[in-house]
């Protein structure tokens, strides 16, 4: 399922515009992005839970050379299924 299908599946499950639907999906993007970029963990109900996971700087390889190369510490969003979801998969 790709964004455009998932504004036309709220879109006539909410009988409202695409553009509408688009503005609603848009926001709940949003307001998931920014609670991760401020260290917040988003938890849907049934769905799962959204979290920033953190990695060290480390040491890596250039596999083409083999030459070691510094990797930067980072952040990564990380997606946990809620047991509800798990459930209905299996």
């Known amino acids: 399922m790709t ?3 998932l504004v036309d599946s709220v879109a006539n ?5 695409k553009e509408k639907a688009e503005e609603i999906v848009n926001g709940v993007f949003d307001d998931i992005t920014v609670a991760l970029k401020n260290g917040e963990k988003v938890n849907i109900s049934g769905f799962g839970t959204f979290s920033i996971s953190y990695r060290k700087a480390r040491t890596g390889r250039n596999p083409k050379t083999g030459e070691a190369i510094q990797i930067a510490s980072s952040r990564a969003a990380k997606f946990k299924a ?3 979801l798990k459930e209905s998969l299996s």
């Open 3 to 5: 964004k455009a299908d």
């Open 13 to 17: 499950k909410a009988e409202i515009s």
């Open 82 to 84: 809620g047991k509800t």
